[in-house]
């Protein structure tokens, strides 16, 4: 397994799946091992996928210090993966919470962007979250499904506080295009690929400032550095008009909604997510 070593000493292992220029993916969950991510949809048979786990998370170490968990303490992280690889500039996708530590990373180091990928990502980092209003609005479009009531019933306990483990197994449909046999063993995987203590520590107080991230971001743009916001037409993390809230701070973004998707477009239309993402990429 390749790995290499942190700003703090800590060992942190990717995985190269494909062949092909390099494409930097960075995993959402929060802090869930980049497997899951799988090779995007077919993406891997038209560029190399290099997938980092972060740190605590699948094949990568565990750090000394958990406050390291922390998202921008993570950004140093993901400069030394680009120093490992030896590359200048880099092609970066991130999926996700992982779209606050992209864009964290952009902000700090611009010059060593070449383009960047969001897939249904979150942009905490620049002041705008994801509500249970935006949650309530995606889940009433899903209303004709067969799962939905047992469904529906489970997201009230969420949004009431009061969730079993049960009723957050039986969300799991609405973060999905299909609720098929695929979507059911992608989403089995959730937890154990998980580092739940990392993922409360993820965006913890002082881990974002969005004025100074804006700030950063839009001079990053200025200088025409490619930005895609692909996002799935039935889900809430963004929903499609957040998600042009979220381009409209990053002059000259684009935003595309793949029509029937969730929160893992690539495995709800394989071929439609690699055709997007690969028209986007330089």
Known sequence: MPAFTAPDGTTLAYHLVGKGEPLLCLPGGPMRASAYLGDLGGMAEHRQLIQLDLRGTGASGIPTDPATYRCD?????????????????????????????????????????????????????????????????????????????????????????????????????????RWDAAAQEHAATEVPQSNEEAAERYASAGAFDPAAARSALAALTAQGVPVLLLVGEWDSG????????????????????????????WLDDPEHFTRTVTGFLP
């Open 73 to 177: 303490r993570q950004v140093d992280d993901v400069e030394a993966f680009r120093a490992h690889l030896g590359l200048e500039r880099v092609d970066l996708l991130a999926h996700s919470a992982a779209g606050d530590l992209a864009l964290l990373y952009a902000a700090r180091f611009p010059a060593r962007i070449r383009s960047l990928t969001l897939v249904t990502a979150r942009a905490r980092a620049l002041g705008i979250d994801f509500t249970e209003a935006h949650r309530r609005e995606a889940a009433a479009l899903r209303s004709a499904e067969p799962w939905f009531p047992t469904a529906h019933r489970s997201y009230e306990a969420v949004w009431s506080g009061t969730p079993t483990d049960a009723d957050w197994d039986a969300i799991a449909p609405f973060f999905y295009g």
């Open 238 to 265: 963004p929903l499609p008009r957040v998600a042009a809230e979220i381009a409209a701070l990053l002059p000259g973004a684009e935003v595309a909604v793949q029509p029937g998707a969730g929160h893992f477009p």
